[in-house]
């Protein structure tokens, strides 16, 4: 079973050292393992992809799954802001994703964003996209979180602890198969 991708990426948008650094040493453990090989006008990412699977090709999730991958994906933009890679500096959707297989932890496979991406709109329609993969009581929930965050900001942490009660609920309900 092939365990990489290869990703073909402008040069120039890799001209960032520090980028370059953070994406070849391993250093964010947010972003899949990488190598880098490089051409004259592009360079090509060669991403290791053992134990995850990319999430635009997963299945249904339960409410309670759901909400654990986005209580993840909230994790994961925390760990590359500590290391200076902002949602305005790489692409967040279904294809970049790639969960752990017990969803324990997400993975980013890092594209560098084009310039003027809005990162709020962006985090909207990967939500809005994670609907397709789950129950309709998973829907309901993402559809509270994009209300939530449409509403005054939040810290992580704020956003993550409302993740973790709505798990709670969902298991104390009985719909944690739903």
Same mark, same amino acid.
């Given at each position: 079973m092939?365990h990489t @991708?290869?990703?073909?990426?402008?040069?120039?948008?890799?001209?960032?050292?520090?980028? +370059?650094?953070?994406?070849l040493s391993?250093?964010c453990?947010?972003i899949l393992p990488m190598?880098?090989y +490089?051409?004259k006008?592009?360079c090509?990412?060669?991403y290791?992809?053992?134990g995850f699977r990319?999430?635009?090709?997963?299945e249904?999730?339960?409410?309670?799954?759901?909400?654990?991958?986005?209580?993840a994906?909230?994790?994961?933009?925390?760990e590359? +802001?500590?290391?200076?890679?902002?949602?305005?500096d790489y692409?967040?959707?279904?294809?970049?994703?790639?969960?752990?297989r017990?969803?324990s932890?997400?993975?980013l496979?890092f594209i560098?964003?084009?310039?003027?991406?809005?990162? +709020?709109?962006?985090?909207?329609?990967?939500?809005?996209?994670?609907?397709?993969l789950t129950?309709p009581?998973? @829907?309901?929930?993402?559809?509270?979180?994009?209300?939530?965050?449409?509403?005054?900001s939040?810290?992580?942490e704020?956003?993550?602890?409302r993740?973790?009660?709505?798990r709670?609920?969902?298991?104390?309900?009985g719909?944690c198969?739903?």
């Open positions: 092939k @991708v290869t990703v073909s990426l402008k040069k120039e948008n890799l001209d960032a050292v520090f980028i +370059r650094e953070i994406l391993g250093s453990e947010a190598n880098l +490089r051409g006008k592009y090509f990412g060669v290791h992809t053992e990319c999430l635009g090709q997963c249904s999730f339960t409410a309670e799954q759901i909400l654990q991958i986005a209580e994906l909230f994790h994961m933009r925390e590359c +802001r500590d290391h200076l890679l902002f949602p305005t692409v967040l959707n279904l294809s970049t994703l790639y969960v752990r017990d969803l932890e997400l993975r496979l560098p964003a084009r310039k003027g991406l809005n990162p +709020r709109k962006t985090l909207q329609y990967l939500l809005q996209s994670m609907k397709a129950s009581y998973g @829907v309901e929930y993402l559809c509270a979180l994009q209300e939530l965050l449409q509403g005054a939040m810290k992580p704020q956003i993550a602890g993740l973790q009660q709505w709670g609920e969902i298991r104390n309900s719909i198969n739903m």
